[in-house]
């Protein structure tokens, strides 16, 4: 509950130019430490950041769009500390979101060779 309440509270009174994300609580039996996040607006999260620089280490088209059992994914981010995983896709139908290797996404979103 407290938590919705700062999201709105920083949606209504925002700094123009800037995005708020209010994010993990730590808490005890007198307090709570929330985790602010302020971003200049439309920059994104690390992970869409990271997935220009990454997908293009490892020959990976980002503007592909892979077909695989009846339904269309996209890439959408890259998680650096994610080992076995690091690739975020999303199901453009339902928007859900996914994780996948490197073989996969190599599978899916490699760059064709011309």
Known sequence: MMRTKLEKIFADNGIDGYEFEVGNATFNDVEVTYKLVVREQGAGSPEERDLATFANLSDIDTNKIANQQGKTFSLVGYKTRARKNPWIV????SGSKYVIND?????????DVA
Not at 90 to 93: C, T, V, Y
Not at 103 to 111: D, I, L, P, V
């Open 90 to 93: 999303q199901d453009m139908k």
């Open 103 to 111: 073989t996969t996404a190599k599978r899916w979103f490699g760059k």
